[in-house]
């Protein structure tokens, strides 16, 4: 059973209250909210009562974002800040901001992400490393930037992975590398941030209606075109895939679990976002909520 928390509700800084002084209202910062689950975390946290520093790689982005707050009345409590997970500077550098202008850091997500369509005998390496960097790199950069802070506030890391980084799926070669290898950095890091104060959880959608797909910007006749032997799986997958995304949960649905991550006195390791997502997942995951191999490596920092 999970305990809701209330975060301490205390006015916004003032020019009585400048940058700096430490405030006792509860700070997550989320990367990638542009769009989709980041933009939709972003709200609801903001409607949550956190302070929310929303980050994105272009600030320019913002619209959408800054017109959801204020229809939902949280303007005030979002706050907008670039942050590019592939830059090292720009994630040290906004952690920095944020600690010195709040006085304190409660919860990271690790939200922003991109995906990868193809094989790598026809992509090349350069996806994949760069599949790697968004996906993997930029969450190892923030986490190690953000875990001193957390540590002083008993805080909270809470990362978008996917159903896809449980189950490896055709044509996703890259992406779901990048995305099994944050949940398993996660899982290592949760016992060890466990014994310090920090919760760990991986939160795993499955297909969300969000910019994840157009932000591809797929050439699918040519991708057709030039796929080689590889163009009628390549044609199934398409066909497949667009049909699951017929029925995607929209971002505010994929974004509960990480409200309900930052909100709950003990959050599951793992949550998936939808009945859909845990059932494709089970096949493979004897331990869908991650407490039973929580529970065995725990025992060995304890
Ligand atoms: P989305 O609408 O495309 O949002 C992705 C966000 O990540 C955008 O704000 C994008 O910013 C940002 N981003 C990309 N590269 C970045 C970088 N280098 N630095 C900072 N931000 C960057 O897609 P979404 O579905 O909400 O994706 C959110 C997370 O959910 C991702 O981790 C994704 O892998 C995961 N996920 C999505 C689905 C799905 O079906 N949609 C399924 C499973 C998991 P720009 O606007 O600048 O590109």
Partial sequence: ???????????????????????TRKTVLITGT??????????????????TVATLRDTGRADALLKAAEEAGVAGLVQVKRLDVTDAASVTGCVAEVVAEHGRLDA????????????????????????MEVN????????????????ASGGRVITVTSVGGVVGQPFNEAYCAAKFAVEGFMESLAP???????????????????????????????MLAGAGPYAPALKAYIERTTR??????SPE??????????????????????????DFV????????????????????R
């Avoid at 542009?34 to 302070?51: M, N």
């Avoid at 993997?136 to 540590?151: D, I, N």
């Avoid at 699951?244 to 949960?249: C, D, P, V, Y």
């Fill in 244 to 249: 699951s995304f017929a029925g995607a949960q």
């Fill in 136 to 151: 993997y790199f930029g969450v190892v950069e923030l986490t190690r930037a953000a875990l001193p802070h957390l540590r």
């Fill in 192 to 222: 060890v941030a466990a014994t310090v104060g920090v919760t760990v959880t991986v939160v795993e959608p499955g297909a969300v209606a969000s910019e994840f797909v157009t932000s591809l910007r797929l050439d699918v006749p040519a």
């Fill in 108 to 131: 990271v997500v690790n939200n922003a992400g991109a995906g990868s369509v193809g094989t790598v005998e026809q992509q090349g390496m350069e996806p994949v490393r760069s599949a």
């Fill in 1 to 23: 059973m999970t305990t809701e928390i209330t975060p301490e509700i205390t006015p916004e800084p003032t020019p009585e209250t400048p940058a700096g002084t430490p405030t």
């Fill in 253 to 278: 649905e994929a974004a509960a679990p990480i409200i309900a991550a930052l909100t709950a006195e003990r959050p599951p390791f793992r949550v998936q976002t939808s009945q859909w997502a845990g």
């Fill in 282 to 301: 089970a096949p493979k995951l004897a331990d869908l909520d991650g407490s039973a191999v929580q529970g065995l490596t725990g025992g060995w920092v």
């Fill in 34 to 51: 542009s769009s989709g689950i980041g933009l939709a975390a972003a709200v609801a946290a903001a409607r949550a009562g956190w302070h």
